[in-house]
Nanobody
Framework: QVTLVESGGGLVQAGGSLRLACAAS????????LAWFRQAPGKEREFVAA????????DYAVPVKGRFTISRDNAKNTVYLQMNSLKPEDTAVYYC???????????????????WGQGTQVTVSS
């Protein structure tokens, strides 16, 4: 069992930055993938970024590529999402997710993930 707790959300103006953190506890050594998803009001949950195999593979969704950076501190069992040049359309609840095992293929399917955090709100004002 893995427990994920997100932090770092808040209100920021367009063009600003935020850094989200997700602390993992429990059987963290089994988390082959740590990822971020988001869900805006009235929209479906969407993939944001993923860090697999300790950083050997990193994927980003097209809308955030070049603005967001996912990183992982294995010593602290924490994954971060640095978000720069934020836009109002980045407003959403951001969720951390963990996948126990991974042998390749897409990282963008939320249903493939085994554990989820409670989410943290990010609001970007125009």
């Amino acid at each position: 069992q893995v427990t994920l707790v997100e932090s770092g959300g808040g209100l920021v103006q367009a063009g600003g930055s935020l850094r989200l953190a997700c602390a993992a506890s429990g059987r963290t050594t089994s988390s082959a993938v740590l990822a971020w998803f988001r869900q805006a009001p009235g929209k479906e949950r969407e993939f944001v970024a993923a860090n697999a195999w300790g950083g050997a593979r990193i994927d980003y969704a097209v809308p955030v590529k070049g603005r967001f950076t996912i990183s992982r501190d294995n010593a602290k069992n924490t994954v971060y999402l640095q978000m720069n040049s934020l836009k109002p359309e980045d407003t959403a609840v951001y969720y951390c997710a963990a996948k126990a095992s991974y042998y390749g293929g897409t990282l963008e399917r939320g249903n493939d993930y085994d554990y989820w955090g409670q989410g943290t709100q990010v609001t970007v004002s125009s």
